[in-house]
């Protein structure tokens, strides 16, 4: 019972006829273009993302180097006298150094994630497999024949007269 079940899937699969094997391929392909559209937005999200925690990374990078430089340079200079005896001016460059430093860092980290955008060709590679799947479509011509007119659910016809 189970091969005639399978037998008789085949055959109505058999039966599609040309006209709807391309239409069924065309809304395939339009599909397949669309979730192309969806991945390379998502991909292009992803990269702007990875930039604008780049670019925040440098701007917080400069924001430490020009509100950290009064107060700390302040409190290390002192800091550094007391515990080293030095003249106050090395101290002073001294913490000015320091500063120096940490921004140094804060734009390494910004300079990382920036690297990381740039690497990510994701959208790229998306756009040209879609302009690829289109070259394909451009190609595909549908069949010269009218289609086959849609079958109707069983117990409708449309000779039926009303009265």
């Not at 040309?18 to 273009?33: C, D, F, I, K, R």
């Not at 950290?68 to 080293?84: D, E, I, K, R, V």
């Not at 390494?108 to 690297?115: D, S, Y």
Request: hydrophobic letters at 50%; proline letters at 4%; aromatic letters at 6%.
């Amino acid at each position: 019972m189970s091969d005639r079940g399978n037998t008789t899937a085949n055959a109505v699969g058999a039966d599609r006829s040309l006209g709807q094997l391309v239409a069924a391929a065309t809304a395939e392909m339009s599909a397949l273009v669309h979730d192309e559209i969806a991945l390379a937005k998502a991909q292009l999200r992803r990269d702007v993302k990875k930039a604008g925690i780049g670019g925040g990374a440098f701007t917080a990078a400069g924001a430490v180097l020009l509100f950290s430089l009064p107060m700390l340079s302040f409190a290390l200079a002192y800091g550094f006298q007391f515990w080293t005896g030095w003249h106050l001016s090395v101290c002073f460059l001294l913490s000015f150094a320091v500063n120096v430093l940490v921004a140094g860092l804060l734009a390494l980290i910004g300079l990382v994630f920036v690297k990381k955008a740039k690497k990510g060709k994701g959208p790229q590679k998306t756009v040209a497999s879609a302009k690829e799947t289109a070259a394909v479509l451009q190609n595909a011509k549908p069949h010269p024949r009218r289609p086959a007119q849609p079958e109707l659910p069983a117990g409708s016809r449309q000779d039926k007269v009303t009265v």
